[in-house]
């Protein structure tokens, strides 16, 4: 059985910073690439970052470049996702993804194969 689950979230100032963790059992991200999309109350889900195995390249949504990082630890299969300079904006249930094989669609949900629950990041301004 595939698990994803996701630590880190909580209520941060706006310009803080808060490190996002997601474990895998089941699933190597290191052979499948990674994904992390937010979606806030009413509003659609947003790709944020992956990793892409495809072509071996890392990629972020616009809103977010600049200020989060994507990063892996195969040796835990665990990736993270560190934000800074955090805005009101930011705020979301942030979840993270595993894409299909070689899909070159990751940060479009429905190019994900398997989801995890999610944690709450809250940024007041």
């Known amino acids: 059985e595939v698990q994803l689950v996701e630590s880190g979230g909580g209520l941060v100032q706006a310009g803080g910073s808060l490190r996002l963790s997601c474990v895998a059992s089941?699933?190597?991200?290191?052979?499948?690439?990674v994904s992390w999309f937010r979606q806030a109350p009413g509003k659609e889900r947003e790709g944020v970052s992956c990793?892409?195995?495809?072509?071996?390249?890392?990629y972020y949504a616009d809103s977010v470049k600049g200020r989060f990082t994507v990063s892996s630890d195969n040796a835990k299969n665990t990736v993270y996702l560190q934000m800074n300079s955090l805005k009101p904006e930011d705020t979301a249930f942030y979840y993270c993804?595993?894409?299909?094989?070689?899909?070159?669609?990751?940060?479009?949900?429905?190019?994900?194969?398997?989801w995890g629950k999610g944690t709450l990041v809250t940024v007041s301004s």
């Open positions: 993804a595993v894409p299909h094989r070689g899909s070159r669609h990751c940060l479009e949900d429905y190019g994900m194969d398997y």
């Open positions: 089941g699933v190597t991200f290191d052979d499948r690439g």
């Open positions: 990793i892409s195995r495809s072509d071996a390249r890392t």
